[in-house]
């Protein structure tokens, strides 16, 4: 393959970086290169890439093999409520299958009247939705549990993205293949290495889950299940099953290595909770977060992401005072149920210590809880589905540190 | 009340035609390609069988390089031990002390194992893999032979530890 890089050349980053730098110096320098001869920029090209300024990356957490990893989207620098493609968190099992989308078919098989084989050109012929939709991996923030969240908020939230996905509804497929009436269960398999399994009930392929194909305008990205993964809305992140290569209907449901070992909550009694798929409200602030600094006293603006798996964000509630008053933050337009909310609040800091952190409230009337109630409940061994309200602290002289750690 | 809607729902699905008319059947070789996928009751279990003996040379060969020569855990997860530490501030989950159903077992390391060259082994390999991985953890005798007959009927320690989500749980 070949990339077509587009970089500036050593003078041109010389330009901009004076004009970046933002000093009274080098105002006045950039002021003077203004008036010399300028130079002409970079020609148009094929695919596009970021400013070289910008050098916001995932974080890859060490793991055992690379192959076994995860990546944290820098939730810290976005903007809005969509994630670029190249900054989706990853989660992979045994790495990421190079699939020749020309070859690659999906099988619907088990229980149903007509099994079928499908290539990439026939789901892509039928009928399409989109939507704007959260993806969160059920192990997010599970270093909470214990308050190791990590220091900064890409370590602490950061396998959480947002994408807009088209894809074929999976009732759809259902439909032509005609489901037998005492099935009840769908047994989703991909084409990694590891062949990567889950069982899904058949109520919620009825309801909304998509066989998706495309990310953010394009194909999606083969760290992100090219050329077509599973997608269950509002659930955990490993059910979305990537590189989709079976679904086989049944009237049971597996056992599969990855809901029982794992993505299954154990509680302090000692007893497991078994497909826990709904991921609920959940909301953190992403500035001012753990290693950042304010600027300056004065105002600044407040702002986080919020979502529920079960429906749309209704009210995010701040506070700055450690949790003695809340204040509603400004929620942007459109809410999309089980898709990121972004939320704003003007903030005046005036060098005091604060303790600030957000609420998420959604359409069921449930209320994201304190981290302290969750354990109460669940104890502080089951690594999935943390949700508990994040505390920052920001500090007299303007950083910000994690207040649990 | 969900329930007898989508029950509805499916009814109405099976009866009706294709409308789309997309795909093709799938061909022999494509089902055998997907190979089986194992369910608690033993549906996929293919033939063959394994022992304890011929599992244990096995995994010296095949596994002990990852999870090390009596599954202490390395590179691997650890596959042995645990048992009495669920309910403890420090839970030790393996195959020994927390997996449900040893089905699992069969169809994971069948699917996914060894690591760096899943689909390496034959049935009756994966059926030896699994009766000396449960040996190890002290389920089975060393004497017991692992076929599509005994294996769903082996009782994992933690078989009823599993209970259904009840969330919304916390306020």
């Known amino acids: ?405 | 009340m969900v329930v007898v809607a989508v029950a509805a729902a499916f009814a109405t699905l099976s009866a009706q035609a294709p409308r789309h008319s997309v795909g093709r059947p799938p061909t022999p070789e494509e089902m055998r390609d997907l190979g089986s996928a194992i369910a608690p009751d033993g549906t996929g279990l293919p033939d063959g069988s394994g022992t304890v003996g011929a599992g244990r040379e096995l995994f010296a060969a095949q596994c002990a390089r990852c999870h090390g020569p009596d599954g202490e855990g390395d590179v691997g997860a650890r596959l042995v031990g645990g048992e009495g530490t669920l309910a403890t501030p420090r839970p030790l989950k393996t195959v020994g002390s927390f997996w449900p159903y040893a089905t699992t077992l069969w169809d994971y390391v069948n699917r996914a194992m060894p690591f760096d060259r899943p689909g390496l082994l034959e049935p009756s390999e994966v059926y030896a893999a699994v009766a000396y991985v449960l040996n190890l953890n002290g389920i089975i005798d060393e004497d017991l032979v692992i076929d599509a007959k005994s294996l769903p009927n082996v009782k994992m320690p933690n078989r009823d530890g599993f209970l259904a989500d009840p969330r919304p749980d916390v306020r």
């Open chain 1, 1 to 405: 393959m070949k990339h077509v890089r587009i970089r500036p050349n050593r003078r041109q980053l010389l330009q901009m970086g004076a004009a970046v730098g933002g000093s009274l110096v080098a105002g006045r320098e950039a002021l003077t290169l203004a008036a010399t001869p300028r130079s002409l920029g970079e020609p148009v090209g094929p695919y596009g890439e970021r400013s070289p300024f910008e050098t916001s990356v995932r974080w890859r957490r060490q793991s055992q093999t690379s192959e076994t990893g995860a990546s944290f989207t820098p939730i810290q620098d976005s903007v809005g409520i969509l994630t670029p493609s190249a900054l989706h968190y990853e989660r992979h099992h045994a790495g990421i299958p190079p699939i020749d989308p020309a070859t690659h078919r999906v099988i619907i098989h088990g229980m149903v009247d007509r099994p079928l084989s499908l290539s990439m050109d026939d789901i892509r012929r039928l009928p399409s939705v989109t939507r704007i939709l959260a993806l969160e991996c059920g192990g997010n923030s599970a270093g909470e549990w214990r308050a190791r969240g990590g220091a900064d908020v890409q370590r602490s939230h950061g396998l959480l993205s947002g994408s807009e996905w088209t894809g074929v509804p999976l009732s759809l497929l259902l439909a032509e293949v005609g489901v037998r009436s005492d099935a009840s269960w769908i047994i989703a398999e991909g084409g990694d290495a590891c062949r990567m399994m889950r069982s899904i009930p058949l109520a919620k392929a009825m309801e909304d889950s998509l066989l998706a194909y495309g990310q953010n305008g394009e194909a999606m990205r083969p760290a992100q299940g090219y050329p077509l993964r599973l997608l269950n809305p509002g659930w955990e992140g490993n059910t979305s099953v990537k590189w989709l290569r079976s679904l086989k209907v049944t009237d049971q449901p597996y056992m599969a290595r990855d809901e029982t070992s794992k993505y299954s909550d154990l509680m302090a009694d000692g007893t497991t909770r078994l497909f826990t798929y709904a991921m609920e409200a959940k909301s953190v602030i992403t500035f001012p977060s753990g290693g950042q600094t304010l600027p300056a006293r004065g105002l600044c603006e407040l702002t986080g992401l919020a979502w529920s798996g079960l429906g749309r964000i209704e009210r995010v509630e701040v506070t700055t005072d450690g949790g003695r008053t809340w204040v509603d933050a400004e929620l942007q337009e459109p809410r999309l149920p089980q898709a990121l909310t972004r939320f704003r609040l003007p903030w005046r800091f005036d060098g005091q210590e604060a303790r600030i952190a957000s609420r998420a409230v959604d359409s069921t009337g449930y209320v994201q809880p304190t981290r302290q109630a969750l354990i109460a409940v669940r104890g502080m061994n089951s690594i999935y589905h943390y949700n508990g309200i994040k505390v920052w602290q920001v500090r007299a002289d303007g950083s910000v540190t994690n207040a649990e750690a």
